[in-house]
């Protein structure tokens, strides 16, 4: 049987999908909220507090790691770009996780176990 008529297929294309999707909505929001810091947007308007609230959570963890750079109410955070980063390497590892299920075949596997010798 070859990878492609496998019943394990479609599932993991669907989950690989969702990660990315997740990923990219996630990542979308994030640079909302560098560039409204960077261009000093009024926090109290309806829109920069909805992103400034719904990101918080995901920037939390990397708040402290570094300082950020202030230039007259303007923000350049560095730590949302970090945090854009990791949450990125984390989805190519679940990825790389859910690729581990992929059925192959033994011709398949042969193939790969070569070309990580060399």
């Known amino acids: 049987m070859n990878s492609y008529n496998s019943p394990s297929t479609k599932p993991l294309y669907r989950g690989t999908q969702i990660v990315w999707y ?5 990542e979308v929001l994030l640079a909302f909220r560098f560039v409204l810091k960077l ?9 920069t507090s909805l992103i400034y609230g719904t990101t918080h959570v995901f920037a939390a963890p990397f708040l402290n790691v570094f300082r950020m750079t202030q230039v ?11 945090a854009m980063l990791v949450y990125w390497m984390i989805a190519v590892g679940v990825i ?19 070309s990580q010798e060399g």
Not at 72 to 81: A, D, Q, V
Not at 96 to 114: C, D, I, R, Y
């Open 39 to 47: 261009f000093g947007a009024n926090a109290a308007a309806s829109f």
């Open 22 to 26: 997740v990923l990219g909505l996630l």
């Open 72 to 82: 007259s109410g303007n923000i350049f955070e560095w730590t949302t770009l970090l």
């Open 96 to 114: 790389k996780l859910f690729l581990m299920g992929k059925t192959v075949s033994t011709p398949e596997a042969a193939v790969k176990l070569n």
